[in-house]
Every structure is written in structure tokens, then in C-alpha cells.
């Protein structure tokens, strides 16, 4: 068995969350396509039929310092 289990169970959480709450999400490379290519590949689990690329886009200044921008 995987004895990291535990682990990556709370660390998918943690992960996700970072990911949706620190950052807005582009899809495409160039990060303008409006709709997302929900096209089914073959395979046992759903597999895309071509790749999703997101591009993140930071949301929350991640080191908020004091007095900054106003000096
Ligand atoms: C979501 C995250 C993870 C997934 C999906 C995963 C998946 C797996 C799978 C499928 C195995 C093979 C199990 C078997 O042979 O029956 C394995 C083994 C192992 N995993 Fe993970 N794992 C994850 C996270 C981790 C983490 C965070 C660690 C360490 C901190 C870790 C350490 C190990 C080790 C050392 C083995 C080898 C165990 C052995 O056969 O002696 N894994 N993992």
C-alpha cells in the first residue's frame, strides 16, 4: 500500500484551495479562449481528448508587506 496516503489525501485539499483562492484561471495558451474543448478521449477513465492548458493569474498579493506603494 501507499503509506503517503494520508498525506496526499489533506494535501489535495490544501492544493486545490490555494489554487482556486489565490489565483483566476485563463484557458489556452494565450489565455483567451472563452469555452473549454470538453471533448472525451479513449481510455478507462474519461481520459480529454486534448489537453486543457490553463494559464493562473495571481489574485491576492502573496507577501502583503506594510506601507508598501505608499513611499
Ligand atoms: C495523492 C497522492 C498519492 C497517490 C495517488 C499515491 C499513489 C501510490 C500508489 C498507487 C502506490 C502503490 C501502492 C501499491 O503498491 O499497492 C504508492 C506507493 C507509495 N507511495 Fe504513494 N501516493 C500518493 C502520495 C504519496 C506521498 C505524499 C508519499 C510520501 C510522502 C508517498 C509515498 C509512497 C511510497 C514510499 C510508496 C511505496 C510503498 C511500498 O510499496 O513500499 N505517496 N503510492
Redesign the pocket.
Known amino acids: 500500500?501507499?503509506?503517503?496516503?494520508s498525506?496526499?489525501?489533506q494535501?489535495?485539499h490544501a492544493t486545490f484551495g490555494a489554487m482556486i483562492q489565490c489565483f483566476d484561471w485563463k484557458a489556452g495558451t494565450d489565455g483567451n479562449l472563452t469555452s473549454v474543448d470538453m471533448d472525451e478521449g479513449l481510455g478507462l477513465n474519461l481520459p480529454r481528448a486534448n489537453s486543457l492548458v490553463c494559464i493562473p493569474v495571481a489574485r491576492i498579493d502573496p507577501i502583503p508587506l506594510p506601507n508598501q506603494g505608499k513611499d
Request: proline share 10%; glycine share 20%.
Open positions: 500500500m501507499c503509506p503517503g496516503t498525506l496526499g489525501l494535501m489535495i
